[in-house]
């Protein structure tokens, strides 16, 4: 059986312990809270500014539809 080094072991508790921590964080958020921070984090990722508004893909339709729509509706 195939087995990881120690260090990628670590590294992989390490990155799993940071995502549910991160997970707790945004799950305890109110819906408007919720809605500034996916803003807020938006601004900060590379996709949203490497795919063109319109076309037709998935990471489009994601990035400049549906996330959009998501705060608009969150912060009623």
Same mark, same amino acid.
């Given at each position: 059986?195939?087995?990881?080094?120690?260090?990628?072991?670590?590294?992989? @508790?390490?990155?799993a312990?940071?995502?549910?921590?991160?997970? &707790?964080?945004?799950? &305890?958020?109110? !819906? !408007?809270?919720? @809605? !500034?921070?996916?803003?807020?984090?938006?601004?900060?990722? !590379? @996709?949203?500014?490497?795919?063109?508004?319109?076309?037709?893909?998935?990471?489009?339709?994601?990035?400049? &539809?549906?996330?959009?729509?998501?705060?608009?509706?969150?912060?009623?």
């Amino acid at each position: 059986m195939f087995r990881l080094s120690p260090e990628i072991e670590e590294r992989m @508790a390490r990155v799993a312990q940071y995502t549910s921590e991160q997970r &707790a964080i945004f799950a &305890a958020l109110t !819906d !408007d809270q919720l @809605a !500034d921070s996916a803003k807020f984090w938006m601004q900060y990722c !590379d @996709a949203p500014k490497r795919i063109e508004p319109g076309r037709p893909v998935y990471d489009s339709t994601f990035w400049h &539809a549906i996330v959009p729509e998501m705060i608009r509706r969150l912060k009623k």
